[in-house]
């Protein structure tokens, strides 16, 4: 098949020649790229990056604030499952957690309650007087 591209070079697709049983997912591979978010987890970076290059087969490429992955076999909640294997192993949990947004997995913190301030005019505890 031809087909034209928006800047109007011809660009080929081959469909055929599969083997018997074998669909067109057997003609292609195909790789996919996921990111991961790491919000205000910046110092562990370096950490998380290498604990998914000892995992994973793929491509492991660190950034700003963002670390990519590049596999052909892994899927986006495998993904997010390592990524939280790593906030518990670290010790992380009590502070951060993770989710899948949009395609992508995303590292959070977690929202403390902020101290309510206390009464200025609090009453005072009362006293028990005892008869002894």
Not at 42 to 65: A, M, P, Q, W, Y
Not at 86 to 102: D, G, P, Q, S, T
Request: net charge positive.
């Amino acid at each position: 098949m031809v087909f034209r591209s928006l800047t109007g070079k011809k660009v080929y697709m081959f469909l055929g020649g599969c083997r018997h049983g074998q669909g067109i997912e057997g003609l292609f591979l195909f790789r996919k790229k996921f990111k991961v978010d790491l919000g205000e987890l910046e110092e562990e970076k370096e950490s998380l990056s290498n604990f998914l290059r000892t995992i994973l087969d793929g491509n492991v490429i660190s950034d700003d604030h963002s670390i990519f992955v590049d596999s052909e076999k892994l899927s986006v909640q495998e993904l997010e499952k390592l990524v939280n294997k790593f906030i518990y192993r670290r010790h992380l949990n009590n502070k951060y957690w993770v989710a899948l947004e949009h395609g992508a997995v995303k590292i959070h913190m977690l929202e403390r309650k902020k101290d309510r301030k206390k009464k200025e005019h609090m009453t005072p505890p009362s006293t028990i007087k005892h008869g002894w």
